[in-house]
């Protein structure tokens, strides 16, 4: 998979330090690979949920959640956002 933006994780663990290795490590599983639906996503992070049109990803023991759009027909991963737990309860990033 195409990772877009690496930038946002970057971003992500130097607002929270403890978050690095956990953004790495996604992003390097992701990167190498190849999901064509929610079900094979599912397979490698088997809590990933779907909340149209994007998917969560629970990080660092579920303190954390990715949230991405995933176009498998381009093989593409575009991150949206990177929130603690609570602050992806408040819903605020749906708008």
């Known amino acids: 998979?195409?990772?877009?933006?690496r930038k946002r994780l970057k971003e992500a663990a130097r607002t929270h330090?403890?978050?690095e290795g956990s953004l790495d490590a996604w992003y390097r599983i992701t990167k190498s690979s190849e999901w064509k639906s929610?079900?094979?996503?599912r397979?490698?992070?088997p809590s990933a949920d779907s909340v149209p049109p994007c998917t969560v990803?629970?990080?660092?023991?579920?303190q954390y959640r990715l949230i991405?759009?995933?176009e498998y027909r381009?093989?593409?991963?575009l991150?949206?956002?990177v929130l603690t737990h609570a602050e992806y309860d408040k819903g605020d990033w749906q708008k």
């Not at 998979?1 to 933006?5: F, G, H, K």
């Open 17 to 19: 330090g403890d978050l």
């Open 1 to 5: 998979m195409r990772v877009i933006s």
């Open 79 to 81: 991150i949206k956002h």
């Open 68 to 70: 991405a759009k995933i």
């Open 38 to 41: 929610l079900d094979a996503v």
């Open 74 to 77: 381009f093989g593409l991963v």
């Open 57 to 62: 990803f629970n990080i660092k023991g579920n």
């Open 43 to 45: 397979k490698t992070y």
